[in-house]
Structure formats: C-alpha cells, structure tokens
C-alpha cells in the first residue's frame, strides 16, 4: 500500500478546524490498530482537555469516509477509546480520522502484515515510533507490554521540528546508532487531495539520516495552519506525524526532549541541531506549567543550569500526564546555611504514610513536608524551617543529597562531602530517627564507603562533589521474587546470609559516573558491599524505588536530558536497565536532583503524584512563574 490511496474517490479534501471541531482535537491520536479479528481501532489523547468525539469519522483505502461507534463519545485527557471498523481494514492499508468538520486529525499506513496482530506506537503512547507489536493488543491500555524489546532502526528516525511560517520546513532526527536510508520515503500534510512527494526529491535533497543527526528539507506542499505532516518508508508503513492547531508551528513545533518528547511551540527554531524547546505552549501535544509567581525574597538568588547534555538513546515520552504544577511557595527554602535557597536535591515518600515527602537540602537540612492548599510546605508539628543535619558526634556540615526511607521507617540521607571542607570527600550514609526531638539531628548510625572513590580525592572542591548523590532502600523480597543473584556468592540472593542488614538493601547512585553502588548496611556500624549496577547514564542525580512499577528509579538531571532510568531483575539475576523516560515536555531544563513517585495507595483515576526537585530553583529563568520555585508535580500511570 503506497500513498496513491490518499486521492481515493469520495476521501473528503482537509479543511481549516471548524466550529464543529473541539479544543485539543489534535491532541487525539491513533495509537494502536489491528487489521485481524474485529479491525480494532484505539485512539490515544495526549492533551491536557477531555476532546468530544460526536461526529467524528473514518476512512480507509477503498472507502469513503464513515461514521464509527466509540467505546466513550468522549476522550479524558491520557485517557484511551477503541472502535471497530465500520468497513473491514485489509493486509496492506491505511486509515484517516477525520473530526466532525472534516479537519484530518491522524493517519496511520501499513504494508502487508503489519499490522498483525497490532500496529502500536512504542516508545510513549500518542507519540512513540509506529511498530508492529509481537504480542496480543492492548487496546484500552498502555502499549508497552505489547512492544517489542527493541525498536527498528527505521523507527529511530522521527519527524523532530516543523515550521509553517513560510518557510514550511522540515527536520529528521535519527536517534539511532546506524545511518538510515530514505531515498524512497515520502511525505504529505493533511490535505487529502495531494500527492505524497519523496523525501529525496525535496530541497535540499536527502537520501540518508546519520545515526544521531539530522535532516531538512522544505515542505514542496506547503504547510499551513491546522495542519498535519505524515512520513512513511518506501513500504508505505507509518513513520512518524504531527499535527498542529493555528499558530502551532510558528516559528516552529519541536519535539521537547529533543528527538523523543511531544510536541511544543518553539519562540525559536533550530533546525539542523538539537531542539532547544524555548518558550513552550500552544503546541499539538503539550501540557501546561501552572502555578508559581511570586516575588523573590532578600538574599534569594536562583542559579542558572549548568552541564546540560542529551538523553541516552532509545529514551521514550514521559508516561504521565502532560500538565505539570509548581508546588512550593517561592523562596521556600532558605536557611541559615543557604540563604540563596538553592539546593534542594533528593526526594523521597515515606511508604507507610505518602501524605509525607522528604526532602535534602544540600546544605545540611532536612525537610518533612505535607500538603496545604495545593503545595508541599514544611510540616510545621516537626519543623516549620527543616531540622539541621550533623555527621556522627554532631559535627561537620553534611554536603546532603539523596534521601530515602527504610524498612524501619528510618530516614536516611547521604552526604558527598563535608561543607565545612569542601575540597575532601565524604561519601557516608546517614542514618535518622524522625522521631528525634530538637532542631539538630546525629545520625543513630552512619557508614562511610570514602576510601572506595579515590578518584573522587584529588584536592579538588568538584571532584569531591561528584560523590553519592542519591541512594534508594531496596526491599529484600523484591531482589528475592525476581531472583537477584548475590555477586558475593553467584547464587541466588538469600538476606539470611546477611543477618545483620536489616530487610533491604541501599543503592547509592555516584554522580561521578552514573553507577550504582548496592550495600548491605549492618546494624553494628559496618556494611556489605555488593558490588555496583550501570545505569547506561553518564550521571545520577537520584534513586528510589517504585513498589508500583516493581522498578529502581535512576534519575538524571539536564546532564543526560532530564531523564529517568527504569531498572529491572533480568533472566541471568542481573539489575539492569529496563525503560528510560524523559519529563514533560512543559518543565524546565534544569539541574531537576530530585524524584519521587507516591505509592499505589494514592492512586486516583490510574495515576498518582510525582515530584521533582529543582537544585538551582531556577525555573524558565528571571520573570517566569518557575523563577525561584524548587517543587515541581506531576501525574505518573498507576
């Protein structure tokens, strides 16, 4: 099946979105099909709105467009609808949305096969690379557990940037690792009574992506607004698409992470390298920053992001919602260490009462914070301004930075180094009793693992700040039920071995190189060391654990483009990793340290929270609502 379909007789020519047409109707995508059984079609809102399907319809190769009978006539926002064909989708086909004006809101093309037993976006709902899937569908679900483990080099490529400001230009991102060969794809917008024109015979001519580079080339159809782009291999096999609403690409809509995110209006274009994202909104699959504002206080001084570099490759959208909250009062942060109020860094919710988030700063605080009106502020029956941290003997000015919760309801923190002596590393877990009284709290025990990093000891105030920034607690029925193998032993993991840690293990992630550093930690003062788990990042900021994803969480700030690292048990024992995500696209990119996702138990609606930590409390920079904010919330799938 080719593109000549596209001119079939009776297909409706694409118009300007009508009054009939909902807000977000281009946020509405298929994103999964089957062409077997009942030829079952799901569509996906990637939108922030509910978006009415009344009067919405269908076509195919052969027929004109028809009328079809949702599951809902309505589709929440990250939510699913299916429908079956109203006419039979074949071997080798395509099919066109159309909304209740006409406008084309998606389209999808296969060859023979393909989609049997589904065609699935994978990679992100709504925005992942078309793929045949190589288990049953999952219509009304997620696609992930329907994808394949790897995705075809073809599929690296993705349409990553498009203007229609006159220019009407395009560009292709390869975020594979082998070049790609396009010489015979093609591409058409939205007006169903155009021919798709090769890639190769546009201009500049183009006839291969490199593995990580780009491609452009202006649109010999034109682009305008309310508009759509499709790009398909010389089988005829979906690609990629976008579509935008009025003003949607002008200057341009980019993919926000570069390469793998959604859609957003850019103030600026960057075709030919990688997107910046700048300005953000009013895209074709976006979500909205709310919250903030608010005037900065004496001594306050946010701190710009430094370090920023790209996500690894085969990095997949942001699975939770697209809308993201400010959820800190401005300035909130400032002590009498950090009157800049920077520094927040490591994140944590205690499992046993998710009403609770602990919060590092690195300046030697810990905050316990609760919600009121909306945001998370210091619990004031514990501490209205955080409690201070010391070292073992209350000395010394823990440099702290990651923050979890153990299996004895225990707060632990790490520490990279000692403030007080910056230029001397001192990579120590700290143990606290939150039930401790006073302002000052000393460890009940603490561990140092310094002599383990000597590369970390050189005299330099950087490298001894490139130490344990993060740790998770690990719980040992989990490394047990997915059969963990020890590395002390090569057998299978069996904690009575280790009778004196507790009931888990602690990952402390080393900034230094993204690895992560497993321990068993004693209750007579010594640990275990079980050896260390690549995380395939080149730092860590961050590690927790999700009960709810059964996965350790390995978090990256705008180093390794504000990315989340999914990892998981595989067949050999090993700890490996699973899925990469990166954020919104909607927040900041900036020195994100911190990460948190509230436990099952807080589930509303398949989603609970996620909280993200700004170290620089940076935001979009002076002026913006994020300016001076450290607290970021979202939505992740349950």
């Known amino acids: 099946m080719t593109f000549s379909g596209l001119v079939a007789t009776g297909l409706l020519a694409a118009q300007p979105a009508a009054a009939a047409d909902p807000v977000g109707y281009q946020n509405v995508r298929i994103n999964e099909v089957t062409s077997s059984n009942n030829d079952t079609v799901e569509l996906y809102n990637t939108g922030s709105t509910a978006v009415s399907l009344i009067g919405w319809k269908m076509s195919d190769d052969s027929f004109s467009p028809q009328s079809f009978t949702p599951s809902a006539g309505t589709i929440p926002a990250g939510g699913f609808v299916t429908f079956d064909s109203p006419k039979g989708l074949g071997d080798s086909d395509k099919l066109v949305i159309y909304t209740a004006g006409g406008a084309v809101a998606d389209r999808v093309e296969w060859a023979t096969g393909k989609a049997k037993p ?93 593995a990580g580079g780009y491609v452009t080339f202006d649109s010999a159809l034109g682009l305008g607004d309310n508009d759509s782009l499709f790009l398909t291999d010389g089988n005829g096999d979906s690609i990629d698409s976008v579509t935008w609403a009025t003003g949607g690409a002008k200057p341009s809509d980019q993919r926000c992470a570069n390469g793998t995110g959604w859609f957003q209006t850019s103030t600026t274009a960057t075709l030919g390298s990688a997107n910046t994202c700048s300005g953000g909104g009013g895209g074709g699959q976006t979500g909205h920053l709310l919250g903030g504002g608010g005037s900065l206080t004496s001594g306050c001084t946010p701190e710009a992001p430094s370090g920023t570099g790209s996500a690894p490759a085969g990095t997949s959208a942001w699975p939770g919602g697209l809308d993201v909250t400010i959820t800190d009062n401005v300035c909130a942060f400032t002590t009498s260490t950090g009157p800049e109020g920077r520094d927040v860094s490591g994140l944590a919710f205690d499992p046993a009462n998710p009403s609770v988030l602990w919060a590092a700063k690195n300046k030697n605080w810990l905050y316990k914070l609760v919600k009121s009106n909306g945001k998370w502020v210091p619990d004031p029956s514990w501490s209205a301004t955080g409690k201070q941290i010391r070292f073992a003997g209350g000395s010394g000015q823990p440099d702290s930075e990651g923050v979890t919760v153990g299996g004895n309801g225990h707060v632990y923190v790490t520490s990279e180094r000692d403030n007080a002596d910056n230029t001397v590393p001192k990579d120590t877990i700290m143990e606290f009793d939150p039930a401790a009284t006073g302002s000052t709290l000393t460890p009940v025990h603490q561990w140092d693992m310094t002599s383990q990093f000597p590369q970390l000891d050189t005299g330099s105030k950087d490298d001894a700040n490139l130490g344990f920034e993060g740790v998770g607690y690990v719980p040992d029925n989990w490394l047990t039920a997915n059969g963990w193998t020890d590395p002390l032993t090569g057998a299978a993991y069996d904690p009575a071995n280790y009778p004196l840690h507790g009931s888990g293990l602690y990952f402390a992630g080393l900034e230094w190189d993204g690895t992560l550093h497993v321990y068993g ?32 969480v390995a978090t990256c700030d705008n180093t390794c483009g504000e990315t989340h690292t999914f990892l998981k048990v595989n067949a050999a024992g090993a ?10 696209a909607v927040m900041p990119v900036d020195n994100l340290e911190g990460f948190a996702i509230a436990p099952t138990s807080t589930c509303v609606n398949g989603s609970r929270e996620a909280v993200w ?19 970021y919330s979202g939505t992740f799938p349950c």
């Open 613 to 631: 930590s700004d170290d620089g409390v940076y935001g979009f920079g002076s002026g913006s609502s994020s300016y001076g904010h450290a607290l």
């Open 118 to 210: 589904a065609m699935a976006r994978c990679g992100g709902d709504g925005t992942g690379a078309w793929v045949t899937g190589t288990t049953a569908a999952t219509f009304g679900a997620a696609n992930a557990s329907g994808c394949p483990t790897s995705v075809p080099s073809a599929s690296r490529v993705r349409i990553n940037e498009v203007t229609s400001d006159g220019s009407d230009t395009v560009e292709l991102y390869n975020g594979g690792t082998s070049a790609v060969g396009i010489g015979s794809w093609k591409y058409v917008d939205s007006d169903t009574s155009h021919s798709p024109v090769l890639v190769s015979s546009s201009s500049p001519s183009a006839t291969s992506v490199p």
């Open 521 to 552: 930690l004693n209750s007579d003062g010594t640990f275990t060391t079980f050896g260390t788990v690549s995380t395939g990042k080149a730092s860590v900021m961050d590690v927790t654990f999700d009960a709810g994803a059964q996965r350790i």
């Open 575 to 584: 700890i490996v990793p699973d899925v990469t995500y990166t954020n919104p």
